[in-house]
């Protein structure tokens, strides 16, 4: 019998790329878009496809536990029989835009279908939280090639969760909106996904690069890192600052990341100071992460662009 529970999509506002480097990084849920395990009356194609998908994913998960390599154990049995009777994933969440379809997925199968899962009421006990992240992280790694673990974990805790670095993560308390300001972070729809294990790929071999390697150690890390501790604050003015570094740093060095035709608009918003983008998830489509002053303004500079305010600065 299912537990009937909603799994929400993610936005990763700090870290991305950087927490492969050991920057810190911050992640929040985003209940705008959610997913839900349902059984089809009468299926349509995109029922279908989902409860396909499911079932190779699961024939993998099949495959590491018979090599002894899973960190769980599931009830492959009643899991089976469900996607016999048609399981599949009700999920708003689009696929490839970085705010975390796949880690809906796998946070909603570990809860269904593992045995003696861990809750969300012991995360904070001994080393639940590090532990839970790795085992979510063995089997995201189906969809991107490389997991941090991080996007199912925030889709299953549906709690802000702060990488402090080297591994190291706690859940955090976020400040309030401040619903009568005028800043905002928005969200940009590029009007494609992105391919999150070619892009991880990419970025892998880039560093590689010696000048490449220390611009993300050093420069990026360094924006980043208090770009989180400021909006953790409350800082508006130093947060701002911070992210259009980043965003300048991400103009300037990672292609193909950039979606094509987004390069003149990112700048635009680099000279005006109107907003400063910067990558959402992997990038190369998808969503773009937009901060803004003056979320009027921007929507004006912006007006061929649907824009989607996840939270008043």
């Known amino acids: 019998m299912l537990k009937d529970s909603l799994f929400y999509a993610k936005i990763l506002l700090f870290g991305e790329y950087g927490i492969i480097e050991d920057s810190m990084g911050l992640s929040i849920p985003y209940t705008f878009f959610k997913g839900k395990f349902e059984f089809p009356t009468e299926p349509s194609e995109t029922q279908i496809r989902s409860n396909k998908s499911i079932l190779k994913f699961v024939k993998h998960l099949k495959e590491l536990h018979f090599n002894g390599e899973l960190p769980c154990k599931f009830d492959f049995k009643q899991l089976e029989s469900d996607l016999n009777e048609g399981l599949y994933f009700e999920s ?14 796998v946070a909603a199968l570990y809860k269904e279908y593992v045995v003696e899962p861990i809750t969300a009421d012991t995360i904070m006990i001994n080393d639940n939280l590090a532990e839970l992240k790795t085992v979510l992280s063995v089997l995201e790694s189906y969809f991107h090639g490389k997991s941090s673990g991080l996007d199912p974990l925030i889709c299953y805790l549906n709690l802000p969760i702060l990488i402090k670095g080297q591994g190291n993560l ?144």
């Open 92 to 105: 708003s969440i689009p696929q490839g835009f970085g705010v975390g379809s796949s880690g809906a997925l």
């Open 170 to 313: 706690d859940t955090v308390g976020i400040p309030s909106e401040n619903l009568s300001g005028k800043g905002a972070i928005f969200l940009m729809d590029s009007g494609s996904p992105g391919k999150t294990k070619g892009m991880v790929e990419i970025f892998l071999e880039r560093l590689k690069e010696e000048g490449f390697r220390n611009m993300v150690r050093n420069e990026l890390k360094k924006h980043n890192d208090n770009a989180v501790k400021h909006f953790l604050k409350g800082e508006i003015k130093p947060l701002l600052s911070n992210v259009k570094a980043l965003s300048s740093l991400f103009l300037n060095n990672f292609q193909p990341m950039i979606p094509t035709h987004f390069e003149d608009i990112w700048q635009k918003g680099l000279d005006t100071n109107a907003y400063y983008l910067k990558l959402c998830g992997s990038g190369g489509g998808g969503f773009v992460l937009g901060f803004t002053e003056d979320i009027e303004k921007a929507q004006e500079m912006l007006k061929e662009h649907k824009l989607q305010v996840i939270y008043k600065i």
